[in-house]
Antibody
Framework: EVQLLESGGTLVRPGGSLRLSCAASGFNFGNYAMTWVRQAPGKGLEWVSDISATGTTIYYEDSVKGRFTISRDNSKNTLYLQMNSLTGDDTAVYYC??????????????WGQGTLVTVSS | EIVLTQSPATLSVSPGDGVTLSCRTS??????LAWYQRRPGQAPRLLIH???IRAAGVPARFSGSGSGTEFALTVSSLQSEDFAVYYC?????????FGQGTTLEIK
């Protein structure tokens, strides 16, 4: 059974940093592209970042470019999102999701339950 | 950025009814469109990818259609567990974007 378990969400002050993790199991993690998606309170789903199976191809949504870094450790079956210079607009539930294929530009066939990041003073 | 517009925003229907949800994209995305179901307190669930391909384990009462800029999700004979929020999403290019969602509520 595919499982994605996010962790690391918490309350952080504006300007602060946070690293989210997503532990994957039930599939060959190193064969699939992975994604972070977020949902701010009262808002819709917003794609944040993509990383290919090998980690060589990475894309970011414009508002997080230069502040967030996606990475993965295929030996640990774990996806990460390093978030720096956080603002209130980053307050959201962050979901990791598995893509169908290894090279991105595909649908998200499994999602985690999400981890809440709150940016507030 | 490709904008996805879903309609209607809310649909009040009775169990057993059939419904069709619409998703329009601001430019062609070919067949690179997915539909997700979001029940309260749960993670999104993939229903349809490639515009019309049912994901594994999705009941046959869910069907997707369309291409280019006009897409639809049809649910025949609504069951109680189908009352949820439905999102469309393109994966034609970066950034991926989602529609704002259609809520199916019980009449």
């Amino acid at each position: 059974e595919v499982q994605l378990l996010e962790s690391g969400g918490t309350l952080v002050r504006p300007g602060g940093s946070l690293r989210l993790s997503c532990a994957a199991s039930g599939f060959n993690f190193g064969n699939y592209a992975m994604t972070w998606v977020r949902q701010a309170p009262g808002k819709g789903l917003e794609w944040v970042s993509d990383i290919s199976a090998t980690g060589t191809t990475i894309y970011y949504e414009d508002s997080v470019k230069g502040r967030f870094t996606i990475s993965r450790d295929n030996s640990k079956n774990t996806l990460y999102l390093q978030m720096n210079s956080l603002t209130g607009d980053d307050t959201a539930v962050y979901y990791c999701a598995k893509q169908f294929g290894g090279v991105s530009l595909d649908a998200f066939d499994y999602w985690g339950q999400g981890t809440l990041v709150t940016v507030s003073s | 950025e490709i904008v996805l517009t879903q309609s209607p925003a809310t649909l009040s229907v009775s169990p057993g009814d059939g419904v069709t949800l619409s998703c329009r994209t601001s430019q062609s995305v070919g067949m690179n469109l997915a539909w997700y179901q979001r029940r309260p307190g749960q993670a999104p669930r993939l229903l349809i990818h490639g515009a019309s391909i049912r994901a594994a384990g999705v009941p046959a009462r869910f069907s997707g259609s369309g291409s280019g800029t006009e897409f639809a999700l049809t649910v025949s004979s609504l069951q109680s567990e189908d009352f949820a929020v439905y999102y469309c999403q393109h994966y034609y290019d970066w950034p991926y974007t989602f529609g704002q969602g259609t809520t199916l509520e019980i009449k």
